[in-house]
C-alpha cells in the first residue's frame, strides 16, 4: 500500500487547508485512515481517524471541531479540512492506513503503513 499525502502549506491564523492523501496499491475500503502529525522537536501525534464506511470518526481534542476528516472509497482518498488553523497546528502532517482492524488507534504504532508527509505552517 503506498500512501500519498499533499496539500500542505503557509497559512495565516483563522485560515483553512485541506490535505489529501492518495492511496493505491490495495483495497482502500477495507482500511481504517488516520490522519497525525509532528511538530519540530516533539513526538508524532494523533489528529484524526475514520473508520472504513466513513461515519465512524475520531479527533483529538485539540482540533475538535476545527478539522473535519472524510473518505472518498470509489477515488482512493482520505481528506483533511483544516479550519481556524492556529500556529500551534504547525507540523508536518501524516496520512497512514490500517487494513487489519475496525478500532480508531490514537497510536502510531496502530498503523501499518505511512504516506511521507505534507508540510503545514501557520503563521501569527
Known amino acids: 500500500v503506498q500512501l500519498q499525502a499533499y496539500g500542505g502549506g503557509l497559512v495565516q491564523t483563522g485560515g483553512s487547508l485541506r490535505l489529501s492523501c492518495a492511496a493505491s496499491?490495495?483495497?482502500?475500503?477495507?482500511?481504517?485512515m488516520g490522519w497525525f502529525r509532528q511538530a519540530p522537536g516533539k513526538e508524532r501525534e494523533f489528529v484524526a481517524a475514520?473508520?472504513?464506511?466513513?461515519?465512524?470518526?475520531n479527533y483529538a481534542d485539540s482540533v475538535q471541531g476545527r478539522f473535519a476528516i472524510s473518505r472518498d472509497n470509489a477515488k482512493n482518498m482520505v481528506n483533511l479540512q483544516m479550519n481556524s488553523l492556529k500556529p500551534e497546528d504547525t507540523a508536518v502532517y501524516y496520512c497512514?492506513?490500517?487494513?487489519?482492524?475496525?478500532?480508531?488507534?490514537?497510536?502510531?504504532?496502530?498503523?501499518?503503513?505511512w504516506g511521507q508527509g505534507t508540510e503545514v505552517t501557520v503563521s501569527s
Open positions: 475514520l473508520n472504513k464506511s466513513g461515519v465512524r470518526r
Open positions: 497512514a492506513a490500517e487494513p487489519t482492524s475496525t478500532y480508531l488507534n490514537r497510536s502510531p504504532a496502530g498503523y501499518s503503513y
Open positions: 496499491g490495495g483495497t482502500f475500503s477495507r482500511y481504517v
